[in-house]
């Protein structure tokens, strides 16, 4: 059984850890929350800015004590305490190199300067924002903006998915995680797999739709019930095909275990769980339960590496 492992952190013990007032923008399912806990840092009161409802489902599912602020554009320094560390991922769809690279003109993208005003603001001791690898020309933006070079974390370190993402922060003194050398079929509930990384997963995992084309994608991970013949994985789809593995029909609709999956004469594929998704990010399993499967993939595709922001936070 997998099972998340408690990082011993560098620098202070747990006791000589300080308190503060946390303020996480864009927040998500409250990924920072898990990683400050996770790393051991006391803390008084978390502020959070979310506007989409299942992501707040999920964050106080899981943390009633969250203090939920509504739209980042109505956080205003006044109403706030004392804020020690703001943090956030501002929305990426304008800078990924996967979208269509907007950049400062995609609205979303256009966010970060929220995180930028707020931060003048409340000039908090510690900040870290992250975000997608992106041109080099739109990091030098929000470089001169924050006044520090970001560091380049990939999440293979510490977990089974490659996610390169960058981390700004005045954090001082960050080094790269150590590889915990966690692959694709340490975090399987079952099945086998082609590689030993899956790819990054993002908000767009899964939003129905033709799945002949889905899994005809080369980058998509596949799960297998059994090893294909001669380790070659043929991509061709047949009709819905009742699994006798997964008891139920998966090429249509998406199981509430299983996730979404097709058969041929290669045998039973399917696409990676929430809850694998989930150790993915090196969250607790059904950490994101209680909304439909698709809101879990998104919001697991728009959430942080916990163990990442976790080792970044403990240099603080």
């Not at 492992?5 to 850890?17: F, K, N, Q, T």
């Not at 009633?64 to 205003?76: A, E, N, S, T």
């Not at 099945?191 to 990384?197: A, F, L």
Request: include cysteine.
């Amino acid at each position: 059984m997998y099972a998340a492992v408690l990082i011993l952190m560098p620098g202070l013990c747990p006791a000589e850890r300080f308190k503060m007032n946390v303020l996480s923008l864009f927040d998500g399912i409250s990924c920072g929350k898990v990683a400050l806990d996770r790393a051991v840092i006391k803390y008084d009161k978390y502020y959070a800015s979310e506007i989409d409802k299942y992501a707040i489902k999920i964050a106080m599912k899981n943390h009633p004590d969250i203090i939920q602020l509504g739209d980042v554009r109505d956080v205003k320094d006044e109403t706030l305490p004392e804020i020690d560390l703001l943090m956030g991922g501002s929305p990426c769809q304008g800078f990924s190199f996967a979208g269509k690279q907007l950049n400062f003109g995609d609205p979303r993208s256009q966010l970060f300067f929220e995180f930028v005003r707020i931060l003048k603001e409340v000039k908090p001791k510690y900040f870290l924002l992250e975000n997608v690898k992106m041109k080099k020309e739109f990091q030098d933006v929000i470089t001169s903006y924050l006044g520090f070079e970001p560091i380049e974390i990939n999440s293979a370190l510490v977990s089974a998915q490659n996610r390169r993402r960058l981390y700004w922060t005045n954090i001082s003194d960050i080094e790269q995680p150590k590889d915990k050398k966690i692959y694709l079929k340490d975090i399987l509930e079952d099945g086998i797999v082609d590689r030993d990384k899956s790819y990054c997963i993002d908000a767009n995992y899964f939003k129905g739709g033709n799945l002949k084309q889905y899994f005809e994608k080369h980058r998509r991970q596949l799960v297998f019930d059994r090893e294909p013949h001669n380790n070659k994985f043929k991509q061709t789809a047949t009709q819905s095909y009742l699994s006798p593995k997964h008891k139920t029909l998966l090429a249509n609709a998406g199981d509430k275990t299983r996730g979404i999956g097709i058969h041929n004469e290669k045998g039973f594929w399917r696409k990676l769980t929430p809850v694998e998704c989930e150790r993915l990010q090196t969250l607790p399993d059904n950490y994101t339960e209680g909304i439909s499967n698709t809101q879990r993939y998104k919001t697991l595709g728009n959430g942080w590496t916990v163990d990442v922001i976790a080792h970044i936070l403990s240099y603080m």
